[in-house]
Nanobody
Framework: QVQLVESGGGLVQAGGSLTLSCVAS????????MGWFRQAPGKDREFVAA?????YYTDSVKGRFTISRDNAKNMVNLQMNNLKPEDTAVYYCAADGSIVTITTPTLDAIDYWGKGTLVTVSS
């Protein structure tokens, strides 16, 4: 059974930092592209960052967020710096066999999703 479990969300003031982690089980982790998405209240789920052999970011987080992966620990992290109120959302971890599916993104085609972790940035 495949599981993606996120952690690290919380409440932070604008300008602060948080690191989200996602641990995968039940998959050969190194074979999957990993991504982070977010969904703010009343909005669609959107792509944030992804990593396979290189990293990809949506424009609004470039220079502030860093995605990394540790294949030995089956873990992908999202370091978030200089957080803004508009970063407030539920953040979801995703895994897919193709980086293209994650970065396009084709949400319905993504193989696996975590249940999400809430990030709240206060002004």
């Amino acid at each position: 059974q495949v599981q993606l479990v996120e952690s690290g969300g919380g409440l932070v003031q604008a300008g602060g930092s948080l690191t989200l982690s996602c641990v995968a089980s039940g998959v050969t982790f190194s074979r999957y592209a990993m991504g982070w998405f977010r969904q703010a209240p009343g909005k669609d789920r959107e792509f944030v960052a992804a990593i396979s052999f290189k990293s990809y970011y949506t424009d609004s987080v470039k220079g502030r967020f860093t995605i990394s992966r540790d294949n030995a620990k089956n873990m992908v992290n999202l370091q978030m710096n200089n957080l803004k109120p508009e970063d407030t959302a539920v953040y979801y971890c995703a895994a897919d066999g193709s980086i293209v599916t994650i970065t396009t993104p084709t949400l319905d085609a993504i193989d696996y999703w975590g249940k999400g972790t809430l990030v709240t940035v206060s002004s």
